[in-house]
């Protein structure tokens, strides 16, 4: 199920999966505890140079809302991938997957399920050789699935030649994607997964627009809109909540709802003392489920 290493070009991550690893792992080590979500992993994979925390994007004040926000959301996905595995999915979709450990960190859940991780080709074969290189190898149910995004690959012809079953319910995760995306290819997603099996659901964060976004974190977030520009992979689509749920509502799902930023802090940070907490009106979740 898995094409070996050989077979695909390798081709380091980009900078937006390896500052994510490194945000993850920048919050075990200068957060005080209790940690939204444990991932030091993602930091070994990324095998960064030993004095990566001086590097301008690693600035504990700066990064302080972003991480917030990018711990939420990972730790908001992966209660739900095991709130239905509890139930019964067994079946669990990342697209866009980068540096994504939780089959790593969270074998105990992950190995009952089918894990499909969806993401270009080179970064991935890059992936699997340092899961390989650190010991953790690629395991039957772990399906690393390469799609040529660019070259117009289908994913869900990939997703279904590595084992994908459409027939059975899955839970599908798109996160840090869709602001790369333009609605068109949005809409043609959530089209796609809204076809699932009844019982599937997807998470999918979505950004805001910026006129939107608390001050706070609005120098910040055009700071990353001119980096994605001047990278060649442009932030292409915001969305209001209402917005995003009629979205979802026009490509089939039987119920949409908007798990906002407020409601994160609410649920993973209430009560911290440092003011840890991802912003307000920056990058929100949709989640939707098929009938």
Excluded at 209 to 232: I, N, Q, T, W
């Amino acid at each position: 199920m898995n094409a070996p290493t050989s077979d695909l070009p390798i081709a380091a991550p980009d900078g937006t999966a390896l500052r994510t690893a490194l945000w993850r792992a920048l919050h075990i080590q200068i957060d005080p505890p209790p940690h939204v979500l444990e991932d030091e992993i993602g930091l070994k994979l990324a095998g960064p140079e030993d004095d990566w925390r001086r590097r301008p994007d690693m600035d504990p004040q700066f990064t302080r809302p972003f991480r917030a926000s990018i711990l939420a959301r990972s730790r908001f996905i992966e209660d739900l991938v095991a709130q239905e595995a509890g139930r019964g999915v067994a079946q669990y979709v990342i697209l866009g997957a980068g540096l994504d450990t939780f089959a790593q960190r969270k074998p105990g859940i992950a190995s009952r399920l089918t894990l499909f991780e969806v993401d270009q080709p080179g970064p991935q074969a890059w992936k699997r050789q340092r899961l390989i290189e650190l010991g953790f190898g690629v395991p039957d149910w772990l399906r690393l699935v390469p799609v040529d995004f660019e070259a117009g690959d289908a994913w869900w012809h990939r997703l279904a030649a590595a084992g994908f079953d459409a027939g059975k319910p899955a839970v599908v995760a798109c996160s840090g994607v869709s602001m790369y995306l333009t609605k068109d290819a949005i809409m043609a997603m959530l089209r796609q997964v809204a076809a699932l099996a009844p019982g599937s659901t997807l998470a999918m964060t979505f950004l805001v627009p910026l006129e939107f976004a608390d001050p706070e974190v609005r120098p910040g977030l055009e700071l990353a809109v001119k980096g994605a520009r001047a990278s060649g992979t442009p932030f292409v689509s915001f969305f209001t909540p209402t917005e995003m749920l009629a979205f979802a509502g026009e490509a089939g799902f039987a119920e949409s709802r908007h798990v906002s930023a407020a409601m994160l802090a609410q649920r993973y940070f209430a009560g911290r003392a440092d003011g840890l907490r991802p912003p307000d009106n920056a990058e929100e979740l949709l989640v939707a489920t098929t009938g």
